[in-house]
């Protein structure tokens, strides 16, 4: 779903007319964040393509916002009249970028943290992100499995993005986080690490329809 990991365009074009068209979405209604891997986060009205942003959030129907994975989390977010896409690896995570999300929704849009719901996912479950020892002073220990005398970790980023939201009021049952893997589910994921950095890019879509 992505032209800039060397796929060819006409493919990636032809990739994203079959996808959308599932859902009645045409290319031209994408808000599309060009992702940096860090806590830029804008509202939109319009379809477009978004500098150095990895979460955006509408009001407008026929406006469709997008992110773009391959190991890091999608997480999209609604209630009846407000949506948002966030783009989270450990480094969105480190900087909050979901719970600046929600808070801006909440201080700028007048939304209700109760009635928002959230998908979390496919990304790294936490038994295949393996991490470093500096990973003690980015995030709580308990979403660090330590591993066996190497110094080295699994880092449960899903879980921390789940409390994230909890934390700040949204309720615990309207929150799923989708149970497969990027690495671990081949067939069915690309996986930046599982795949040495070379490899596709997987979409997720909100919006809400006209």
């Known amino acids: 779903m992505s032209v800039s990991r060397g796929d060819s365009e006409l493919n990636v074009a032809a990739n994203r007319k079959v996808f959308l068209k599932e859902f009645g979405i045409d290319e031209t209604e994408l808000a599309e964040p060009l992702q940096v891997s860090r806590d830029g986060i804008e509202i939109v009205e319009v379809p477009g393509k978004y500098a ?27 209630s009846d009249s407000v949506v948002a896409a966030v783009h989270s690896g450990w480094q969105g995570s480190e900087l909050d970028i979901l719970g600046q999300t929600l808070d801006k929704m909440q201080s700028e849009m007048g939304v209700e943290m109760k009635s928002l719901s959230l998908a979390i996912g496919p990304g790294l479950s936490q038994e ?83």
């Open 128 to 210: 295949n992100f393996e991490v470093g020892p500096e990973f003690q002073d980015k995030f709580p220990s308990k979403y660090l499995l330590p591993h066996n005398e190497n110094g080295r970790f699994s880092f449960d980023n899903n879980a921390y993005l789940k409390d994230t939201a909890i934390r700040l009021g949204v309720p615990e049952h309207q929150i799923e986080t989708l149970p497969f893997c990027s690495y671990r589910d081949n067939k069915l994921f690309f996986s930046h690490r599982r795949d040495g950095g070379t490899t596709g890019r997987m979409m997720s879509v909100i919006g809400i329809k006209k």
């Open 52 to 78: 150095n942003r990895d979460a955006l959030i509408t009001s407008q129907p026929g406006v469709f916002l997008r992110v773009l994975t391959a190991d890091c989390s999608p997480i999209l977010i609604w």
